[in-house]
């Protein structure tokens, strides 16, 4: 048959094992299947039938064809579009075919991917968003192709969700509609690889100015080994993701109804001390009262600062508010509902299910995955009543494993690689040192072996906050919600620069600074002619430094900044800016007012000034493109993005790497949280138990190790009956306990958890 397609006739013929090979270049391949079942995510579709095509002529495979078709095809590169999907189809269909086999060849493209990656460097987003990535959209983006989804049979059924009646059905009895549509999809793929394929090939091309860029040698070894903008690393990953949520994580229903029931008691022994205090909690009126009686808390504790808003409400986040916890009992007891309410609402309410089918993000913009559907596996809370909740499937249980502190190995790596520094994290982390420590030791100057829990605890959020160039001030804010650790601005201080004595690559990593005055100047045409000149104010005009007036200049943007902060901006000296000031900085502002959010574009119209509002001022510029060590970028990302993608990003890649190195060996992932996994075994002795904890470690080193070759990488492990790693919790049903892996440097040798 012939299928029309913008404008030219393309012939369709049913493939047959006589015909052998038909396609000497990569093919695009599409398969139509019955019905997903939404309610049992585990369940994949039956496949109905496959067409293929080239770029030239196209061929339909039919569910009995499968495998000869493959088999015919041996060394082609085939093209998807979420091939995550497709595999997973063909292979419940003809496991013979061995697709996966291509994937760790690199023989196996996924334009829906290729599609994410490109907007990732071109724009710096990841097309998310719900349809943003769907063929259709890309057919319209890329080819100006309208994919119609609606399309009907003779009888009104849907075509596209009405495949399952054919099923084991010949060919010939299908009506032509269904060889259309499956038609034109394929030849959509098709044309589209060769878009993105080109499209990709020349933001690569052009991409040696961009921060993180090594070589040409480095970037063609990057796209040889994981595929233009790391795409053979996201396709693996995408296809371990989808198993992870069919394989869902199983719960203990008697434990989660008493966790329920108990939570559930104490949010209403919360509210009735609430009521106590005059606040109706999750009542009609709530924040009205609570407003009343934070009003009236001020006014009782004085000495208290009780926050406010833009619109001069008091803040009610938590935030705004946890500094107050220790001072004012309302306060501790308001965010001690909200946390109860949180954990019945976000997660124990979700969990209602005996097995729970969490979904996968594989490429955020950073290069993490992120979760979302049935629960966000990724962002449990990590108190064990929650994860306790949480089992194996009968006769199983749970090995436990996550990388030590690995992206401060791979900020070392990427400072010895991309940046050709002398890296000291380097050589402490390849020492065995604790770095924790070494921060806190050389500022209290000690030893290390002299650091107390708390000094190193206070060392903490200095690692992991300043290498995305977190400012002192944020540091302390950071430190109390992440790690419940309290620091003085003093100590905040002491602490970032001993880190900086302690690792003084990071002085020249961290000063990729862009001139964020001089681009917002350029931006809105802040010129001292546009507006001094016009006026009787020749402060700025005669100033040695501005022989330019026609051009943009850095303190004007300066000067907009304040106003934009503060209610009443003052000069340096102490003067208050004129009227005349501040209508020219909010009359230039409103020019590009739409890039801003809704909420500041609002603040910027009522002319309302805020801290919030200047950040997403200075938001608008220093913006850069940015490369990680695996040969990805990312468009468009602030000082602090390009900074955290350096090492975030390289750490996500490594682990997707391991996570397809587990999947090939065969071990049953139910979960995946950055740097750790969750990994279903055999019930078995303490000795099965250690085999495979030390192959799941081995893994996991070998898969990081692909882009961290110079940086020692750990991972930590543990057994246990339920999601958590307290010793004194892990048991099994008789009562006994299992033996629990975690290995510390002193215990090494006991348990055999040698470094790579």
Known sequence: ?????????????????????????????????????????????????????????????????????????????????????DLDVIHMAAPDTNLYDRVDVNQIYDTQLMHRLLTLGEDGHTSQGKGESTLEHCAATYLSVDLPKDTTDSRGNPVRLSYGKWLNRPLGEMDRVYLEYLAADVIATRKLYKVLRTRTRNLLDGSAGVWGFVSDEWLDDCISRFGPQTHHIQLKAAIVLRSI?????????????????????????????????????????????????????????????????????????????????????????????????????????????????PSFNVLARSGRTSSFGEINAQNLPKSDEVRACFVPRPGYEFIDADYATIELATLAQACLTQFGLDSKMAAAING???????????MLDKSPDEVTKEERQKAKPVNF??????????????????????????????????????????????????????????MLDLTP??????????????????????????????????????????????????????????????????????????????????????RAVMGLVGRAPVFTLSGRVRANATYSARHNTIFQGLAADGAKLALWRLWRAGYRIVNFVHDQVLIEVPEGSARERMVHAKKIRGHMIEGMKELVPDVRVEVSYAAATRWYKDAEAVIDSTGKKLELWAPKPQEKQKVGAKSA
């Not at 585990?42 to 078709?69: E, H, M």
């Not at 040695?544 to 007036?549: C, G, I, Q, V, Y």
């Not at 000069?571 to 007012?593: H, I, M, P, R």
């Open 529 to 614: 002619a546009s507006h001094f000149a016009s006026t009787d104010d020749n402060r700025f005009i005669n100033h040695p430094d501005n022989a330019e007036l026609d051009r943009p200049h850095p303190i004007l943007a300066m000067m907009l900044m304040k106003v934009v902060k503060e209610p009443s901006p003052m000069t340096n000296a102490g003067k208050a800016y004129s009227e005349a000031d501040c209508n020219y900085f909010w009359t230039q502002l409103e020019a590009v007012v739409d890039q801003l959010p809704a909420a500041q574009q609002k603040a910027v119209v009522a002319r309302r000034p805020s801290r919030s509002l200047q």
């Open 1 to 85: 048959m012939k299928v029309n397609f913008q404008d030219r006739e393309y012939d369709f013929v049913p493939w047959l094992p006589a015909m052998g090979r038909v396609f000497q270049r990569p093919f695009a391949f599409d398969c139509e299947t019955t019905l997903i079942d939404n309610e049992r995510p585990g369940l994949t579709p039956a496949y109905v039938l496959g067409a293929a095509f080239d770029g030239k002529s196209g061929v339909f495979v039919p569910r009995t064809q499968v495998s000869d078709f493959f088999a015919a095809h041996l060394d082609c590169t085939v093209v998807f579009h979420n091939a995550a999907f």
């Open 245 to 357: 949520t069919a394989n869902g994580l199983h719960l203990d229903n008697a434990r989660r109804s008493e966790l329920a029931e108990s939570l559930q008691t104490l949010q209403q022994r919360q509210k009735a001390k609430l009521r106590k205090y005059g606040y109706l909690a999750g009542g009609k009126g709530s924040n009205k009262s609570l407003q009343a009686v934070l009003r009236m808390r001020s006014r009782k504790n004085p000495k208290l600062s009780y926050p406010l808003t833009e619109t001069e409400q008091f803040a009610t986040a938590y935030d705004a508010l946890q500094d107050l916890a220790h001072a004012d009992p309302f306060v501790k007891l308001l965010l001690e509902y909200r946390e109860t309410k949180e954990l019945l609402g976000s997660f124990v309410g979700k969990m209602a299910k005996s097995v729970l089918h």
């Open 432 to 442: 065995g040192a604790d770095l924790h420590k070494l921060v806190a030791a050389r």
């Open 465 to 522: 906050g300043k290498p995305g160039g977190m400012g002192n001030e944020t540091l302390t804010t950071y430190a109390k919600v992440n790690y419940g650790v309290k620091m003085t601005p003093e100590e905040a201080d002491a602490l970032s620069e001993s880190w900086f004595d302690q690792f003084p690559e990071m002085r020249d990593f961290l000063h990729n600074a862009a001139d964020t005055a001089a681009e917002l100047a350029e």
